[in-house]
Structure formats: structure tokens, C-alpha cells
């Protein structure tokens, strides 16, 4: 993946400052030749070496950028275990945590520099920041007079870093370090950097609202499923209700009567909503079949439709009678 440039839309440290001197307790403080410094500057830099300083690095966590800011500031004035200034820099910046480096700097090196420069920056090696500390007067120096890498480097690294790596000295200052147009870059460019951030905590937020939803659609589909047959069941059951209730079947009227004795043949039988017809014969007595469908509690105003006719030794008879609901 190609590495984004920083410095495409702010300038460089290199081009922000003139590096003017280094330090060393090996070596004291030595002044330093670049070729490439130019007058339009807005200020003066020393690179400070690793024995020189305490580095301590620390991941603080918020909920916004400006809260990081604030709480950077407040660990720098506890974070040294002896009087020193503290200065500092963010180097992984995330949504709601940094990680950021304090150096320490002893205040006898730190006033031997700030007379020199109003803007310090550690360089910093592979070692503990234990290790850069201690260094006995009889050891070599831990980095030669030649700082050309460290150079280089500051030519890829974006002016935005020195928030927090100026001296106390250049902020008393009655003398201004910047101009007007210095001073409005350097606004539209935290004002760039805060739109830049609010942007991206806005966009993760909207992201991650949208994952939950989507994560949540499933659940939410099963539930509208789920109501939807509970509605379709229960419609289903109503008409199954009225269903029974107006049915027109002939057998649970037949199962209500009491039929005994004498063997009786229904040829036919007509059923409706409101009404019943029973067609038959019998070999016994026709008005006895009529006072046992009398007797059910399913129909009423039973009568004979016709006048029972006897043929062949057979009586044959037409029973009417009107249905009745809600009697059992």
C-alpha cells in the first residue's frame, strides 16, 4: 500500500525551522551548519540526544480529540521522575486514544538549550529510555556531529509536531516569531486538523451505527415473520369458528337424535343454514321418529312436511324442522 505523504498539504519540520545546534551531555552543546536554511523561518530548532532526556511513552484514551489534547497536557506535568521540563509528541494517533512520547529533560540541559532555540527535538534510538539517560563521562557519544539522517528525517515529518516540543522561552517572548500570514497558515491548519478528526469520529460513528443495524435486520425480519403468522393464524381460526358455527354438515345434526327401537330408513336429507328435511320410511310408527327429533336440542318447530302416506306396508314421511344454535 503506497504511504500517504504528510507534508503534502503542511509544510515539513525542515522547512518550518532552522536546525541550529545539537546537544549531548557526552559532548555539550554543538552549533551545527545546514546549507539549506532559508530566512523565512519560524524559529530556531536544537536536536536534543538520547542521553540527554528521560522518554516515556503513554496511551491515553477519550472521547474526543480536544479531551486527548487536554489530558496530554495534564500527564506531561506529572509524568517526570525529577525536575525536568517536559516536552512532548503524538505518535499514533486513533478516534478516541494517542500514543504519546514525554521527554523529560533535566533543568540544567534544558536551559543550556532554550537559550539557543525555541523549539527542541529529541532524537530518539533503538535503546531504552533508561539506558539514554545514564551514560558514564568516559563512554563515547552516543550520536556523532554529523546529524544529515536526522535531517532527513525532519524533512518528512509535518510541522504539527512541534505543538508540543517549544520552549517556555519562545511563548514569553514579547518579540513575535511569526507572521501575519505564518499565523494565519498555521490557524487554517489546526482548523484543517479539527474539521479533519470531527469528520472522521463522525463518519466511524455513522459506520458503526449502520453495522449494528445491519446486524440487527435479521433479528427484526424473524419478528415481523413471526407476527405475521401469528396474525394469519388467527385469522384462519375465526373463519374457522364461523365455519363450524354456519356449517351445513348433516352429521351433527344426525348424531343428536335418539333413535330406538323400530328400524328407519333416510332416503334423503336436506340441510341448510336455518332449516332441516329429513326424507324417509319406516317399518314402525313415523310420529315416533318425530317426537325423538323433537327431543333435540339442535331444532325446533319440528313437524311432518306432508301427511305420512303408508305404502306396502312402509310409512312415508317428510319431518321439517328449524336449526338452532348455541343450545349445547
Same mark, same amino acid.
Given at each position: ?28 552543546? #554543538? ?7 532559508? #530566512? ?23 472521547? @474526543? ?141 455513522? @459506520? ?36 363450524? #358455527? ?83
Amino acid at each position: 500500500m503506497k504511504s500517504i505523504d504528510k507534508t503534502k498539504f503542511f509544510p515539513s519540520v525542515a522547512q518550518a525551522v532552522n536546525v541550529v545546534a545539537t546537544y549531548s551531555k557526552a559532548e555539550g552543546l #554543538k552549533s551545527i551548519a545546514n546549507g539549506e536554511q532559508g #530566512k523565512k523561518r519560524i524559529g530556531r530548532l536544537c536536536l536534543l540526544m538520547p542521553d540527554a532526556f528521560l522518554r516515556v511513552t503513554r496511551t491515553l484514551k477519550a472521547s @474526543n480529540p480536544i479531551d486527548l489534547l487536554k489530558l496530554a497536557k495534564l500527564e506531561s506535568k506529572r509524568v517526570s521522575p525529577f525536575p525536568a521540563h517536559v516536552c512532548w509528541q503524538a505518535m499514533d494517533v486513533q478516534l478516541n486514544q494517542v500514543t504519546v512520547e514525554f521527554y523529560c529533560i533535566p533543568l540544567d540541559v534544558y536551559k543550556t538549550v532554550s537559550g539557543e532555540s525555541e523549539f527542541i527535538y529529541p532524537v530518539t534510538d533503538s535503546r531504552s529510555a533508561a539506558e539514554t539517560l545514564i551514560v558514564s563521562a568516559d563512554k563515547k557519544p552516543l550520536f556523532s556531529a554529523n546529524c544529515q539522517s536526522t535531517l532527513e528525517l525532519l524533512k518528512s515529518t509535518p510541522a504539527w509536531c512541534l505543538v508540543g516540543l517549544r520552549t517556555k522561552e519562545s511563548r514569553s517572548s514579547s518579540k513575535s516569531l511569526l507572521t501575519w500570514k505564518q499565523s494565519l497558515f498555521a490557524g487554517a491548519s489546526v482548523i484543517a486538523i479539527y474539521m479533519a478528526l470531527t469528520s472522521f469520529y463522525l463518519s466511524h460513528t455513522v @459506520n458503526s451505527l449502520e453495522q449494528k443495524i445491519a446486524e440487527q435486520s435479521s433479528s427484526v425480519d424473524e419478528a415481523l415473520e413471526v407476527q405475521r403468522l401469528a396474525k394469519s393464524f388467527g385469522s384462519d381460526f375465526e373463519q374457522l369458528q364461523k365455519f363450524m #358455527k354456519n356449517n351445513t354438515s348433516a352429521l351433527p345434526v344426525l348424531s343428536s337424535f335418539e333413535l330406538e327401537g323400530n328400524q328407519y330408513t333416510l332416503n334423503r336429507i336436506e340441510v341448510f343454514p336455518n332449516t332441516l328435511a329429513l326424507y324417509g320410511e319406516t317399518r314402525g310408527s313415523a310420529t315416533e321418529l318425530l317426537q325423538s327429533v323433537t327431543r333435540s336440542k339442535n331444532l325446533a318447530e319440528v313437524k311432518f312436511g306432508l301427511p305420512v302416506n303408508n305404502r306396502r306396508g312402509k310409512e312415508l314421511f317428510i319431518i321439517e324442522a328449524e336449526r338452532v344454535y348455541g343450545k349445547d
